[in-house]
């Protein structure tokens, strides 16, 4: 069975013979170079693809993992976190 490769693929984005000395963050990187593309390719705006992809860079730093790793506890603490404390965000913000 031949495997069809979607716009976005970790495959077309990352070099055949380049191998990484640690996965995770450049499949991490692929992963957002790919999402990237496709909102692109939607015709969406710069700023909606930048916002995007710093939320999701955001939620990487305050969980300390990678998206494959994130569970529905995560969410809940990031959110939490950005709606409580000394200076909370607006709802509309978060």
Excluded: C
Aim: aromatic share 10%; no cysteine; glycine share 4%.
């Amino acid at each position: 069975m031949q495997t069809v490769d979607m716009p976005g693929a970790f495959r077309l984005i990352v070099s055949g013979n380049v191998r990484a000395l640690d996965p995770a963050p450049a499949m991490f990187d692929a992963m957002l170079r790919g999402w990237e593309q496709q909102h692109r390719s939607r015709l969406l705006t710069k700023k909606t693809i930048a916002d995007r992809l710093s939320l999701v860079r955001r939620f990487a730093l305050f969980t300390a993992t990678y998206p494959w790793e994130w569970t529905p506890e995560n969410v809940e603490a990031y959110f939490s976190h950005q709606l409580s404390g000394t200076a909370p965000l607006a709802h509309s913000t978060v």
